[in-house]
Nanobody, 115 residues
Framework: QAQLVESGGGLVQAGESLRLSCTASGSGFSINAIGWFRQAPGKQRERVAG???????MYVDSVQGRFTISGDNAKNTVFMQMNSLKAEDTAVYYC?????????WGKGTLVTVSS
């Protein structure tokens, strides 16, 4: 079982930056893949950035060049640096972990970008 706790959301103005963190805890889990999703009001949840099992990173086109995902393996923590934020980045951001075929979700952290 894994528990995920996100932090770092908040209210910022367009053009500013935020850094999200997600820490995984628990026992008996392994990180096969980990990343960030977001869900804006009235929209479906979408994958924003993540690491695959072989360590490759991916980004949705809308954040490419602005967001950077990184990790601290020793602390089971993944970060997402979000720069040049736009109003359309406003959403609840969720951390997702895949362990042995099971998907785990955090409760989410709200990012609001005012224009």
């Amino acid at each position: 079982q894994a528990q995920l706790v996100e932090s770092g959301g908040g209210l910022v103005q367009a053009g500013e930056s935020l850094r999200l963190s997600c820490t995984a805890s628990g026992s008996g889990f392994s990180i096969n893949a980990i990343g960030w999703f977001r869900q804006a009001p009235g929209k479906q949840r979408e994958r924003v950035a993540g690491f695959t099992k072989d360590g490759r990173s991916m980004y949705v086109d809308s954040v490419q060049g602005r967001f950077t995902i990184s990790g601290d393996n020793a602390k089971n923590t993944v970060f997402m640096q979000m720069n040049s934020l736009k109003a359309e980045d406003t959403a609840v951001y969720y951390c997702n972990l895949i362990s042995r075929g099971t998907s785990y979700w955090g409760k989410g952290t709200l990012v609001t970008v005012s224009s």
